[in-house]
């Protein structure tokens, strides 16, 4: 005689979210939300989902409280920059009772163990495979401050680029500079066209002209900055202020005035973005745009936990205000 019992078994084993999604060609947020009697599913939805349940004999997995709901984060290096988004997402995760994992991208395959709800990166969504196989597995993911526009199925967190862009331009443009060069970032980066679209607004409304060869993208490393400032600085006529488009280069191209023999804020006034506690330690003290990042952390978080809930969002793509943050490294012309 058949042991179906034991067969029996097996099957609510084996049977996933995922699996009763697949059988009913809904997603594994829809048949969270029939599972936790949420009133947002279509009548004859919900009740093929409960039928498949049954047949399936799924039963929920137990998750006790050795084993809790945890975030993972995802970054390339722990600088500065990433350490305080990071302490967003952490502050945030204990609020909401989750845990916060943080990885390096080349630590290995993501976990898609049951305890994962949701996966946050700073700058770059995952490899199509990847964000494949997080989405089979029903785990969201939060893009922050990404360096290139994020595909349809993912959700991001970022500053207000254009906005920070011009407001620095705007700040050296009141102090009376006309020579103003744009040292940025990766050309192709979202980011980076966002804040040189800002800068070239700012200049045209002021009807100041941008100077041939004022505006250079090597990356937003010190090295480019330095590379980056020297390039401006040999210019003739050379720029009496240089908006750079991160901190980093901005101290960067300190550094390659500095090398010339120039006086930063006396010969060159430099404005940053990001302000990073870098910036209020260098010398001078940097002028920069602040971007928001412990609160684009905390952002990340509550908008993965939403959508890892089977919650609607507002928007795929929040951007935070940012703030211009005058200190010594800009003066008047």
Known sequence: MPDIGRGDAVSRRRATLATIAAAAGVS?????????????????????VRALLHEHGYVPPRRGPAQPATVEVRVDELSAYESEIIKGTIEAGAAAGVSVVVTKRTAGPLDLTAGRRALITLFEEPAPAQLAALTRAGLPVVVVDPLYLPGALVTSVGPTNFAGGMSATQHLLSLGHRRIAYLGGPATAASNQARMHGYRAAME?????????????????????????????????????????????????????????????????????????????????????????????????????????????????????????????????
């Not at 594994?28 to 093929?48: E, G, I």
């Not at 703030?323 to 800009?330: N, T």
């Open 205 to 333: 409304a002021a009807d100041v002209p941008v100077l041939p060869g004022y505006v250079v993208t090597p990356g937003y490393c010190y090295r480019d900055g330095v590379r980056g400032g020297a390039a401006l600085l040999g210019l003739s006529p050379a720029p009496t202020a240089v908006f750079a488009a991160c901190d980093e280069a901005a101290l960067g191209a300190i550094h390659a005035a500095r090398a010339r023999g120039l006086r930063v804020p006396e010969d060159l006034s430099v404005v940053g973005f990001d302000d990073t506690e870098v910036a209020f330690m260098s010398s001078p003290r940097l002028t920069t745009v602040r971007q928001p990042l412990h609160e684009m952390g905390g952002v990340a978080l509550r908008t993965a936990l939403r959508l890892s809930a089977g919650e609607e969002i507002d928007s795929r793509h929040v951007e935070l205000a940012t703030e211009l943050v005058v200190r010594e490294s800009s003066l008047a012309a």
């Open 28 to 48: 594994v947020a829809t048949v969270s939300k029939v599972l936790n009697d949420r009133s947002d599913v279509a009548p004859a939805t919900r009740a093929l």
